[in-house]
């Protein structure tokens, strides 16, 4: 099975940066992708890492280490709609195929 | 408008009842997923489709079955409801990037309360 950890909560200011890390443990490795989630609304997709190194979209940069079965997304310059949970998951190798969501973390962004 | 609907938004019913939740989608993707989401427990997945053929269970099945009634259509049933199954349910659809990456898009949402 599959079994991912990541901070229940984050708290940062405005324009600061932040990193929120993940650790994950899969039989088999596809990739590693990030979702935000904004007070109970849909999961949006944010990133995806399948080789190792910095992925960069903006103000959003993740991270993936596959020897060390550990990623992150960095989160600068940020701003208060930023506040929202963030999920990391991984995709499996095997039949199914299916992601797997870590609990979450919770990001607030204080003014 | 929303590529992957949910009706209904909200849901109060009552311990024992037959209820649905129907999920639609426009994007033409073959797979999708029904998810649960409790607080501090993130997403954990029900049922998956990958065609309309093709159903298979999740990490938390039992309580629940569902239906592929077209390629659009993924419907979730809890045939005899329970107050543990008061939830936030998602359903999504996915499909694969160039690099292999699935990427799932989500439903609103449905908020089932069981009284």
């Known amino acids: 099975g599959q079994s991912l950890e990541q901070p229940s909560e984050v708290t940062a200011v405005e324009g600061a940066i932040v990193q929120i890390n993940c650790t994950y443990q899969?039989?088999?490795?596809?990739?590693l992708s990030w979702y935000q989630q904004h007070d109970g609304g849909a999961p949006t997709f944010l990133s995806y890492?399948?080789?190792?190194g910095l992925e960069e979209t903006g103000r959003f940069s993740s991270f993936l280490s596959r020897s060390d079965s550990y990623g992150y997304l960095l989160l600068q310059e940020l701003q208060m709609k930023d506040s929202a949970s963030y999920f990391c998951?991984?995709?499996?190798?095997?039949?199914?195929?299916?992601?797997?969501f870590g609990s979450g973390t919770q990001l607030t962004v204080l003014p | 408008d929303a590529d992957v609907t949910q009706t209904p938004r909200n849901r109060i019913t009552k311990t024992g009842k037959r209820i649905m939740l129907e999920c639609s989608q426009t994007?033409?993707?073959?797979?999708m997923y029904w998810y649960r989401q409790d607080p501090g427990l993130g997403l954990r997945l029900i049922y998956y489709?990958?065609?309309?053929?093709?159903?298979n269970k999740g990490e938390i099945s039992d309580g629940y079955s569902v239906s592929r009634q077209a390629q659009a259509k993924f419907s979730l049933s809890l045939e005899s409801a329970i107050p543990n199954q008061t939830a936030l349910y998602f359903c999504?659809?996915?499909?694969?990037?160039?690099?292999?990456?699935?990427?799932?898009?989500f439903g609103p949402g449905t908020r089932l309360l069981v009284l």
């Open positions: 999504a659809t996915s499909d694969f990037g160039s690099l292999g990456q699935e990427t799932q898009y």
């Open positions: 899969t039989s088999g490795f596809y990739g």
């Open positions: 890492n399948a080789l190792d």
């Open positions: 998951a991984v995709r499996a190798s095997g039949s199914a195929r299916q992601l797997t």
């Open positions: 994007k033409g993707h073959d797979r």
């Open positions: 489709s990958f065609d309309v053929k093709d159903i």
